[in-house]
């Protein structure tokens, strides 16, 4: 089974250190960026299956980096840790789709490791549905050519 792989995007180190430490025990590949341009710029190189992201950055906000990567990498799911400032803003990025779900700092450590299985059950279960339907579709290609081959045996 692969790995997971997480990229963990913040402008504090402290807390990048942190989200590792707590994520790392659970056998995920983790990888980290300072800023929206290092984690845009890593996604180009090798997209990974979630990212988890500050809100309050500079330069770029999470919200819009999120944003961004949600057009480009629309199978990568996105988590948001937000302050409590951020917090009217977050729910609008929930609403509009463009992340997963969204956590408050100070974090609670079993809640970020719950959140971060869930978020991956769900990047495997939509991929999952995708592929079902991918399937049913040849399938259904499948019957209409057989279809269309008696059809014209008849003739």
């Known amino acids: 089974m692969k790995t997971s792989r997480i990229l963990l995007v913040d402008d504090e180190p402290r807390i990048l250190q ?3 430490r707590t994520l790392t025990w659970d056998g995920y590949q983790i990888f980290t960026a300072t ?6 710029d890593l996604m180009l ?3 990974v299956d979630l990212v988890i992201s500050d ?3 500079p330069n770029v ?3 819009e980096m999120l944003s961004q990567m949600h057009k480009l990498w629309p199978d990568t799911v996105r988590v948001m840790l937000t302050g409590l400032s951020d917090h009217e803003v977050a729910l609008k990025a929930l609403e509009q789709g463009s992340i997963f ?3 408050t700092k100070p ?6 490791r719950i959140t971060v299985r869930q978020a991956l059950e769900h990047r495997a279960s939509k991929l999952e549905s995708r592929h079902l339907l ?3 579709d040849r399938r259904h290609e499948n019957l209409e050519t057989l279809v269309d081959v008696v059809a014209a045996a008849k003739v």
């Open 61 to 63: 906000t999470g919200i």
């Open 55 to 57: 809100n309050m950055m």
């Open 35 to 40: 800023n929206a341009r290092d984690a845009l």
């Open 18 to 20: 942190a989200l590792r």
């Open 134 to 136: 991918d399937f049913m």
């Open 45 to 47: 190189v090798d997209p």
């Open 107 to 112: 974090w609670d450590d079993v809640d970020l």
């Open 101 to 103: 779900r969204f956590l």
